[in-house]
């Protein structure tokens, strides 16, 4: 009876040890293909790395490159400024000498017939 306790023991023992076996080979499968996976994934990780440099690189460029050329309009948006407030005074400066007179005005030119403007 020992004899067959013994040889039961050693079958049980040689199944439990194949299925560790088994089992053991899908972990390492397993723990294969996500080792892969990682791999893969540093290396998407890193492509997209280098484009976003290249993409902030770029957008630092064009960045610069809108400053500066705000800086060359500025002066224009300012003579333009100007101009518009020397119009709107001398618009001014017209009204109020309409209002003030309503005589016909005589501007001289180089004709030798003068030219009358009636101001409102």
């Not at 299925?19 to 499968?29: A, D, K, S």
């Amino acid at each position: 009876m020992l004899e067959w306790s013994a040889a039961i023991a050693a079958v049980a023992f040689t199944i439990l040890v194949a299925y560790l076996i088994l089992t053991l080979r899908r972990v390492m499968n397993t723990l294969d293909e996500t080792k892969k996976t990682l791999s893969d994934t540093r290396n998407a990780v890193n492509g997209i790395t280098e484009e976003a440099e290249e993409l902030i690189h770029t957008a630092n460029q064009i960045s610069v490159d809108v400053k500066g050329k705000m800086k060359a309009v500025d002066p224009l948006v300012e003579s333009a400024h100007d101009v518009g407030d020397m119009i709107q005074s001398v618009t001014s400066s017209v009204k109020r000498a309409a209002s003030q007179n309503h005589t016909p005005k005589t501007i001289h030119t180089q004709e030798s017939k003068p030219v009358q403007i009636k101001l409102k």
